[in-house]
């Protein structure tokens, strides 16, 4: 059945992750657009001070201190917003968090602690939007992939194994609520690399300080994305060229891939400034002194402000979108053919 959603500045928004990144740049690009908010994120005070720069412009916000991998702590979320508004247009999964490391290095109990967190948070919030939603008339579900959903990135092993797990349930949700025709969009959403405070978040097991691989991308990009997905049905969107061309990549020369990521993402994903003695991280609480903070500012990468693959993507009918991706699979393999030029030398 077909889904009608409404316009942004007439909807109720659940954001998780809403604190830093891009849930905060969501959140306030949202509230620039008339959303009603509400907002969630384990630190309760980054989220007072937010909801506060937020209603100083005319917002809507209610706020929700709470750990998506705690499925009570997602109740209270949904509980909040039907007290507060009545219903839920549109949920957001965004919380995430990551490590660095060899996946043999990495502890255990961090390795849950993510999987906690990525994947059984999506799961809870997934759950709670489609119950509350399906009491109200449907909605949009846009969960925060990345484009280690459809390839796995050494060093970020487990974050990888997480971000394909999201996309597994989401596409098996997808179609069960297509089977039973209920009127809800399953949106899943896959950036390339962000700016964002994710690198300093994570849990970091090598000698220097992590760092994203080229290219970056803005939050804004990813915002967008959002925001337009909650008013267009989409299925999914690659948010950056960089994350279709991985993705086709893999699906078509996977070996050439791994010799590729071999290459250079070891080197790519540490920075040259070794590890700060004492380094906090938001693995298994908030860290308060990156809080409000939607970018990291990474002087050693140049950051793309747009991608005119994910403008094109996001408009386009079903036959641009093929041509869309056929343009990323070319791109993919002559940057393939260079490699392997560079690996026989």
């Known amino acids: 059945m077909s889904v009608k959603l409404r316009n942004i500045n007439e909807q109720v928004m659940v954001i998780t992750g809403a604190s830093s990144g891009i849930g905060l740049t969501t959140a306030r690009m ?8 509400v907002l969630a994120a384990r630190n309760g005070d980054a989220l007072d001070q937010l909801a506060s720069e937020l209603r100083r412009q005319g917002c809507q916000v209610a706020t929700v201190a709470a750990d998506v991998g705690k499925q009570a702590d997602v109740e209270r979320i949904g509980q909040t917003a039907m007290e507060r508004f009545g219903r839920i247009d549109t949920w957001v999964n965004n919380a995430g968090v990551g490590t660095f490391g060899r996946l043999e290095e990495v502890a255990l109990e961090d390795h849950v602690r993510l999987f906690q967190t990525n994947f059984w948070g999506v799961v809870h919030g997934s759950l709670e939007a489609v119950k509350r939603m399906k009491l109200r008339g449907g909605g949009a579900l846009i969960n925060v992939g990345s484009e280690v959903s459809d390839r796995a990135a050494p060093l970020q092993g487990m974050y990888s194994a997480s971000k394909h797990a999201v996309k597994a349930f989401t596409d098996a949700l997808r179609m069960e609520l297509e089977k039973e025709e209920a009127p809800i969009s399953v949106t899943l959403v896959k950036p390339a690399a962000i700016d964002t405070m994710f690198a300093l978040h994570a849990k970091n097991y090598m000698d220097k300080e992590a760092a994203l691989p080229p290219p970056v991308y803005a939050p804004e990009i990813v915002a967008k994305a959002i925001l337009y997905c909650a008013q267009h049905p989409k299925r999914d969107i690659f948010v950056g060229g960089a994350s279709k061309m ?27 400034f070794d590890k700060a003695p004492g380094r906090r991280d938001a693995l298994h609480a908030p860290d308060p002194s990156q809080a409000l903070r939607q970018r990291q500012g990474m002087s050693d990468r140049h950051v793309a402000e747009s991608s005119a693959h994910t403008a094109l993507a996001l408009r386009s009918k079903p036959l641009t979108a093929v041509l869309l991706g056929g343009s990323a699979l070319v791109g993919a393999l002559f940057a393939a053919r260079g490699l392997s030029r560079r690996l026989a030398r």
């Open 30 to 37: 949202a509230a620039e657009a008339g959303a009603k908010l």
């Open 246 to 272: 991985i993705s086709s990549g893999n699906a078509y020369m996977p070996r050439m891939l791994d010799r590729f990521m071999n290459a250079s993402m070891f080197r790519q994903q540490k920075s040259t």
